[in-house]
């Protein structure tokens, strides 16, 4: 009805800070992923392919969406941005005039309550050779510090993202294409997924120690590059394999060749993709999440059983760990929570008032489940423990006679810098109390938090499934790359 | 951005018929909920808690949305409706104009390919008295007749909504306001739950067979009115009980009296709500929806065991089945099919080329769940059975050795004339294939039905949990009411 | 970009009265048209010629557009409204959708703060004999007593348009359609244009007095009606006839005939439209509206003439008499007053602040051109005279020196009846105060009326153009039909 | 009612080559203007100011506006920007969140095609010193080799806009900001407006040339600048000078101060703004342009009389002129030609059917006036001539007896490089015919242009109101400043 198109609100850009002032959806304190990404090489359609891939990667990141194509014929590079899900950016007909068979997408999360047009991937750049497109998932730990020196040089930059830090780079090398990528991202440290797409090549890397998820699939005599294999299943392409730590795929006229910018480092797979972000239905270095997540459950009831007469999971990462939890223990799994799936970003949140009058938008407890039940309460994790309370105050208001909550990952005590949004170290309950004050601050009857050699084995250790490392940072401290105080820890994307 | 404000696509009207000409969403080819109706009755801020009642409510109905309030002082009815969800119909603004302490609200499908925004609910009317707003759920089988009569005598109509009739009935009458709805109540065949709300009274009422569910509640000093417990639930209301066959309630300033406008008949809840359309926290007399799927799928496991690797349910309505066969059985349930929760109105359709190349929207299966398995599948119904067919054959290609369909209904043979959207008898497989034969048609190693004793069992006859009798018409072609070849069987709302 | 549809704010119906609330654009208190008409009888694409001819319309109503066309060969109705301009309610698609080679169409103007979709016209109805699809402008008397005795008979209504009336009154009737017609239009008192289509039909209707401008066209070989002559321009339709006083006109498979409905009363064309509402390059009843207005211009020269340095209009009604002032008294046409021609719904008013600061958005004079100058400032009316002092401080603000205010009409001291929407009497400045004491108020050098005489020699009676009456009864207080105190004087459409 | 935002259809970026395939709306081939800014310093609610400001100035630019803001305390920077007009893009909270006592805004046409909310200014940079944004009107001729130089000093840019150009210069200078500035501003060769805003300072400039407008006001305590002089009258400020050719103002907390980067080149204000870009209540270097275009038509009156019945002009930008033409002559000005005010973006097209039977959206000619007369038509100039013969034609078609036409500028023969969107040379129908093949070619029955020395002597020249030169280069070829074959003739804004 309207041809109004607008960035939507204001944007704050102030010294070095932006502000928006948009209050966070904090009803549920969860941690946020930081974006998804989505390539096609040489498969025609490759728009469509794209809407369908960042579809089903909308999970990690609801906020902003985008497809960059390219005609191998023409070389011609089109894009098409826009704030919201992937179904409200796109169009039959901006699909349909996004030619080409060769495509670079992009779902994002913001972070540090930005949500700006300007910011939505896949960035597009034009230098001295051509055009460039990049998307990104992960974060660059040492982009301020680059940033700060390309300034110093007099370079300008029209984002806030990090990843406008690699088109820099690239431009100001006197290399040709694919050696100046390599040596920017030698320079970069973090943990990140890139696809980088020119008038004609398309260029795949993963961090040196393999921090973010990227698999690689084929489809007819092309190739798909996507962030979970839940997106090759959604437009039936075949898995291949995970793309390398320390791997840049280059593909162009000749077919695709393998490269590597650095060594592989200790390998690190981050630990809460398989306890939180990925969808169920996807497998991370060859293990399925849904049943990482019942092992997670069935581990959980071996280490910490406690006598009870229903288990439900806090929806929707949990499900998959209660029921682990109730085959193991025998309980019987019941629907004590439940989720409105229809919440979004245009729901009016109650009023304080009508709050506190009992009015329950996201989640309820059932109470025809619970009542006068003692309750065995699955969770993934507990980030500052307010969400934890509510929801276990929500049960006993409901009826539960005991409520013991068990959760799949050890405490998360410590931020994360390589992509996933987490608040300052001192919001985490978990850096500055025990369990058994977390126990009380979250008033539980009993908490037990999965061991790190629970979780490891239930990924995949004790199933020869896995044999990679994992990064546990965000519960030992234990970082796979320098990071210091200075460190950005908001994602690139 | 735009004020532009549209009926949407233009309306076909011609003789007896409309037709709209949208493409019915037919990929899954599942029965389709009629409406959903809530009240509020004495509570300040009702049209708020209508808000978040109705959202509540969503699953059955979202096509559009509306809420009528009046304000107790001024007698004021303001009304807002629109086409899509409840969230995006309302925005705050809109909300806080419709002021008052009473409220009836709607959220509809629309049947019959028609979508008009005519046809929102509540439906309002200005008669000799006064204002008149109007929400129903179900379907006045004798509709079509009472209309012509009317016409004949002069009436005319502006929507294609049986709801319209009831309003004409009152209006022609010259007997009191309460009196006058009665007798037009009297006068209709099918299975209902009415909302009707004038300046100064809320009537709340449910056909003879108490076909539809309709629940009370309170909150503070007021009343709730609503399809569903899971709206009480969500504003913090507390169940009273359920609206009985055949009662007129009526609220006004003298408050809360009951009257009957028939006799009750045969109890004769309707099954389809316990099998598929209810929320599973939902309890429809005093039956929670979750439990009572468990049982169908535990009952299911007794009547038709088969050894098999996993368990896997059709999502959403069969998780809970599907957790009951594997609790019953030893089984692990495990997620062999999962559900993009993303899809909806505005998405597009994969084209014919892409769904060949095996673009798959709304649901795929696991492949590392199911490769190799051999998998029991529960479903809750089978229609057409192209969509049973097109999910054994998802699980096939996705490398399940076997899959053993277990349906927690039996065959679905015969239309409803009470407010479910069913095809016509002949597109209903079960009306005319024996069970082999459906199996052969769905292309499953095995097939089983629930039996009708076992579907009533588990919905609470051995568990004393109710004693009433359900409408088993569907399966067994028992309709509770008469009805006849001219019969309307698309819903009044 | 969104499906959702809505009715817009809530609506408040109530007893007898509807309230919006909605602040009126009062910031130039000018007289508001209250529709305009359109209709196509055997032409293809009637859909798109409606879309260029109600544009063409456009001035006589920016508040809501609607098409109902009907295939001569199905028979079928089909129609599509909404609120906004003709551009904004229709896209290419709806226009395409709109199939057939009879339309009618429609532009409205709210009254009394009232925009309501379910007012937005052509109003459809459904009736023992089909459908029916009614367009009108002006405003019907006597509606507010026969829907009275319609709600006393158990008619029930969805509009507050006075236009339903008729729609009861033909369905009412036992005899067949047009005489029923007939007959309901007997009923009628008022000014009213009325395109009235069935499925096989188009009726055409002008009131007894001819009060609302109404025309025939032709294009190939079919039929035009239109409330201007403008909009048979656009078409390159060719202008044939005003429709005659009390004149029924039916086309139907057997072509066009003209039947009467009543008998020719007094002749009494809306001085009005002459004077303000009507475009200026349309004709009624044969007379030019731009020249209409210069003759006015130069009989107000002729009938008080005043010595100045520079003319100007207030635009965009009274350039035309400016021009002519100018051209009979030899003072030179400036521009001293620009009208923004961006303003429009959607704009954000000045706050009262930044009015005071001298923020102005619609109108600004010209600095340049009445800086130290006399000036003569022709307009057509005063209503409550708030906007005539306003202009006239602006322009002394801006360095007029003196300021001669010209109108094109004598005093405004009566309501309208007969569908302009016109304040109550007692705001009316010149029903309570004599010309020297407006001109105070208005804070003017000097002020004149046009004369009676002088208006209606300027229409046409001294130039042979025109020689049939005219209602004035707005200037007179000599009404052509009774009214009465409880007349409805909102328009009917 | 959507939250989505987007940045509209797909942009191809290819080569050198951005296409966005977008049909220009060519049915009046009428040059377009290239932007206006507006810009407020020292004075609170900027942000409304502008908003009015640039709606004032909304005809210089219909497809994008923008506003930043800073405020003096914090010293940050705030943005908004959308595709649109003023009142689409800025609703009552975005205009609220922009905060600040200092503003620059920007209203945009756009050029070869290309409407890209990316390419909406204000433009926003961040570079060592903070941030920086710049709003133009005019082109930078020599922006390709700058860009080109810094492309291969590695500079990545992400608009097509030459804008960006200064804002690399002043990056990448290790002067002090003002200094930097200075220098960049005197490399560019063009025509241009230039506001630029940091955190701390406003920086005003206007090309050597004085080719671009741009006036100085003040409010208050503050001051304003503009484009034009309407958008200080709209907001209430007063008019204080012009801005100077290479002068350099200077604002931040010291107050204003005037520097100069570059001596004041031959004085070249360009010719069409006054013939037709401008709005007529506007000044240019003190000379109202609705007085001096009606002496240009006075003058072509006086240059070349003909002797007819009626005078009209083409709508909106002749009417000054033909009223001019009317007075000098004594024929009487009539309204002869008529232009839809409606139209807009959203305006659906007729189709080459209905365009041949007679379909006229923007202007119709009005029959009942020019029916067998003598018509003068005066229009402002030719670019390619269609349009021309088509409103000859429309004038034959309503039946004008001879249609005479002429012109208020001298033939249009040369592209314009500084600002002003012009079509090849080939297509300037004056650079290769005489004004006899022209006046077949427009189907006239006689064509006279204005004279070069009678269009400087209406401008002022001979009324001692402005003895400044003109830039006439597209009447005579000579232009102000170097160009040649590779100059970028699309405007940098």
């Not at 592989?264 to 939180?276: D, K, L, N, P, S």
């Not at 499900?319 to 229809?342: D, F, H, R, V």
């Not at 208001?397 to 994360?416: K, Y």
Request: with cysteine; net charge negative; glycine share 10%.
């Amino acid at each position: 009805m309207s041809d109004a198109i607008s960035v939507g609100r204001p944007r704050l850009w102030t010294g070095n800070h932006y502000n928006e002032g948009i209050g966070r959806d904090d009803i549920f304190d969860k941690l946020r992923e930081e974006c998804g990404v989505f390539g096609v090489f040489g498969i025609p359609n490759a728009a469509s392919l794209s809407y369908y891939g960042l579809h089903a990667l909308q999970h990690r990141g609801e906020e902003s969406a985008g497809i960059s194509t390219v005609d191998s014929g023409s070389g011609r590079l089109v894009y098409h941005r826009g704030m919201g899900l992937v179904k409200e950016v796109f169009d039959q007909n901006t699909l349909e005039s996004l030619v080409g068979d060769r495509a670079i997408g992009h779902v994002r999360y913001s972070t540090s309550g930005e949500s700006r047009l300007a910011n939505a991937q896949p960035l597009i750049f034009k230098y001295r050779d051509g055009d460039l497109a990049v998307a990104t998932n992960g974060n660059i730990v040492n982009a301020p510090s680059i940033r700060r020196e390309l300034e110093r040089q007099g370079s300008i930059f029209q984002t806030t993202s990090d990843t406008e830090v690699i088109a820099h780079l690239i431009a100001r090398s006197d290399k040709d294409f694919v050696e100046a990528t390599k040596d920017a991202l030698q320079r970069l440290i973090g943990g990140f997924a890139f696809l980088i797409m020119t008038n004609d090549k398309l260029l795949v890397a993963s961090d040196p120690n393999g921090l973010r998820p990227l698999v690689m699939g084929r489809l007819g005599g092309g190739f798909i590059f996507a962030s979970e294999t839940c997106a090759l299943e959604t437009i039936g392409a075949e898995y291949e394999r995970d793309v390398q730590p320390g791997e840049l795929l280059v593909l162009d006229g000749d077919g695709l060749r393998t490269e590597r910018f650095e060594p592989a480092g200790r390998r690190a797979a981050c630990a809460m993709e398989y306890i939180y972000f990925a969808r169920p239905d996807s497998d991370i270095n060859g293990v399925n999440i849904h049943s990482a997540r019942k092992r997670m459950g069935r581990r959980l009831a071996i280490e910490s059983f406690v006598d009870a007469d229903v288990v439900t999971g806090v929806p929707d990462s949990s499900i998959s760990a209660a029921i682990g939890y109730a085959e193991q223990t025998g309980i019987p799994y019941e629907l004590g929570l439940i989720k409105n799936k229809y919440t979004g970003r245009t729901f009016i949140q109650p009023s304080q008032e009508l709050r506190e009058k009992g009015v329950k938008m996201k989640l309820s407890a059932v109470r025809k489940v619970v009542e006068g039940k003692r309750v065995v309460m699955i969770d993934d994790s507990i980030v500052r423990g307010t969400t934890s309370l509510r929801i276990v105050n929500m049960l006993r208001e409901a009826g539960a006679s005991e409520v013991h909550v068990r959760i799949t990952s050890p405490p998360f005590a410590n931020p994360c810098y390589y992509g996933i949004d987490t608040p300052d170290r001192r919001e985490l309950i978990a850096s500055s109390k025990t369990v058994e004050e977390i126990r009380k601050a979250i008033n539980a009857d009993s908490l037990y938090f999965l061991s790190e050699e629970g979780l490891i084995e239930a990924v995949g250790a004790g199933q020869g499934l896995y044999s990679g490392g994992m990064c546990l940072a965000c519960f030992n401290n234990d970082y796979p790359t320098p990071v210091n105080a200075e460190s950005d820890k908001s994602c690139s994307c």
